[in-house]
């Protein structure tokens, strides 16, 4: 088990919570749960509710859509990443699926401690935005104009 001050270094490493600071930082820290995931077990499924986003402390965690032997990996992710993170946003169906791919340790966040945290520190919600905005410009440019629409 993590200490508030191991868990608060972490975080730190968090692309998503890097840029918060001091109280709203502990704050958050406050509201994670650690969790051991064995290799191979699946996190959530593709299409389930959700109200918890995953932060990666050890391990792996891949990401995919689809069933086997037709499942696509859409990203594996380790140390330092996090995943599901729209679940404490919004009220949508999962999607993708995410499995351990080896032994990990995942600080779980709720969507209700999110949204407490938020409440009493603003700046989490901007420090969020703009990671949230980071996300998007990166993918814009892996995506052409032309591969949006379907063109060749």
């Not at 650690?34 to 792996?60: N, P, V, W």
């Not at 919600?125 to 980071?134: I, T, Y």
């Amino acid at each position: 088990m993590l200490s508030t001050m191991e868990l608060i270094v972490a975080l730190k490493e968090i692309p998503l919570f890097s840029a918060v600071r001091g109280e709203g930082l502990k704050r958050i820290s406050d509201a994670i749960r650690e969790t051991q995931i064995a290799s191979g077990e699946l996190i959530f499924a593709e299409q389930d509710r959700g109200d918890e986003m995953y932060m990666i402390h050890s391990g792996k965690v891949s990401l995919f859509r689809g069933d086997a032997p037709s499942e696509k990996l859409l990203a594996t992710l380790d140390k330092g990443a996090y995943f599901g993170e729209m679940a404490i946003i919004d009220d949508q169906p999962r999607p993708n699926s995410a499995r351990a791919e080896e032994s990990s340790t995942l600080l779980v966040l709720r969507k209700r401690d999110f949204r407490v945290a938020v409440l009493d520190y603003p700046d989490i919600a901007f420090a969020m935005f703009e990671e949230f905005a980071r996300r998007l410009r990166q993918a814009n440019e892996i995506y052409s104009p032309s591969e949006k629409h379907g063109d060749s």
